[in-house]
């Protein structure tokens, strides 16, 4: 009898290897690797008592990592059941928590700023508001985590008019560890915005050193880990914001959102001509309610006129003395204005819709650009001695 106890009663290290598996919800790397695994342990009859340290008192996903937990350990071969007893990290293990995730550096930096940054920072832009700016970042930022498999973020960099949480639909509130914030995730894409931290529907109402603070710890203090793309929804225009986050990230690209009617296209065209005066690469043109499909025909009805797109991407052209393409039209979908007041990406909801399609379809030509340092300047400086 004593043989077959030993036989089926779990190991530690069998345990230990299943809570490997299990991340941490808000940082996205294996609980064991944080210092969060406190105890295991095991009793003959393969009972197995574990200890979380949660990172703060009142963690909003405490069920979630209970639940996460005790899945992964009913999994091992030999276990009964499964008690998970949860702790709260000591200031010194959140402290300690933090320089980890920094890598060991206690100073704050802009991961996307610094020279061997892999991450893509796409700058998502309108010279006017009401172009369906922010629609066209949130629909982007799901295609790319979805159908591209990609690590992505979102900061909802329009302080003043901040919908994105909404429109990825999470009510999430960011969890603070020492001086780092974890930003909640939907639809697989980290977010942040200020209209977390604000009551209800309160307005904003902050001068530019504010702005440009608030965007500074977004990206700075916000654990965003290895991400592959992070999308900035500016606000329309060329202001504070714009000019912030070209001192803060220089190597971010500009991506200009605009209707076909001229008179949004002409201020589209002078929005993205920034990129000249911040030295910054425009990445192209989205046109946006670029017609309606007809209910009953399904011809195309250009409800705002034709050629916005257009236009602004060969005035940039000529502006900035590159290539500057046209990405996609986006048609009118009433699908889409639903799928944004519901929380649901119309990529994700109703994929084959003719928006679903054709924002699915600029969000390929996002994915398949090189992850790497292509196009960032290397500090180099020309020889005269050859």
């Given at each position: 009898m004593a043989t077959e106890t030993q036989e089926t009663t779990p190991t530690e290290d069998a345990v230990r290897a299943a809570l490997a598996t299990v991340n941490d919800p808000e940082i996205h790397r294996p609980i064991t690797d944080l210092g969060m695994v406190k105890s295991i342990a095991i009793a003959p009859g393969g009972a197995v008592d574990v200890g979380v340290y949660l990172t703060v008192s009142g963690c909003p996903l405490r069920e979630t990592i209970t639940a996460n937990v005790t899945e992964a350990v009913q999994r091992v071969p030999g276990v009964t059941s499964v008690a998970v007893e949860l702790d709260v990290m000591s200031d010194e293990q959140r402290r300690e928590l933090a320089a980890s995730l920094r890598g060991g550096k206690a100073e704050r930096e802009i991961p996307f700023a610094q020279p061997g940054s892999l991450t893509r920072v796409y700058c998502v832009a309108s010279g006017k508001g009401g172009v369906g700016k922010s629609s066209v970042t949130v629909n982007l930022a799901a295609a790319l985590a979805a159908g591209g498999g990609l690590k992505v973020g979102v900061v909802d960099a329009d302080i003043y008019g901040h919908s994105v949480p909404r429109m990825l639909g999470t009510d999430g509130r960011p969890t603070q560890v020492e001086d780092m914030i974890m930003p909640p995730s939907a639809h697989g894409v980290k977010v942040i915005s200020i209209g977390m931290f604000t009551p209800g529907n309160a307005p904003v109402v902050w001068r530019g050193p504010m702005l440009h603070r608030a965007l500074q710890q977004f990206l700075a203090d916000v654990y965003w880990g290895d991400l592959d793309v992070l999308l900035l929804d500016l606000p329309p225009g060329t202001g504070d914001i714009a000019i912030s986050v070209a001192q803060l990230v220089p190597n971010a690209e500009i991506l200009v959102v605009t209707t076909p009617q001229q008179a949004a296209a002409e201020v589209a065209e002078r929005a993205g001509s920034i990129a000249v005066q911040t030295h910054q690469k425009i990445v192209g043109v989205i046109e946006n309610m670029s017609g309606m499909p007809c209910p009953h025909?399904?011809?195309?009805?250009?409800?705002?006129?034709?050629?916005?797109?257009?236009?602004?991407?060969?005035?940039?052209?000529?502006?900035?003395?590159?290539?500057?393409?046209?990405?996609?039209?986006?048609?009118?979908?009433?699908?889409?204005?639903?799928?944004?007041?519901?929380?649901?990406?119309?990529?994700?909801?109703d994929p084959d819709s003719p928006a679903g399609k054709a924002l699915r379809t600029v969000a390929d030509k996002l994915s398949s650009r090189q992850r790497g340092l292509s196009g960032m300047s290397l500090g180099l400086t020309p020889s005269n001695k050859f």
């Open positions: 025909c399904d011809e195309m009805v250009d409800v705002f006129g034709t050629g916005g797109g257009k236009q602004v991407a060969e005035g940039l052209t000529r502006t900035t003395g590159t290539d500057v393409p046209v990405l996609g039209g986006i048609p009118i979908d009433i699908r889409l204005r639903e799928g944004g007041d519901e929380g649901k990406p119309v990529v994700l909801s």
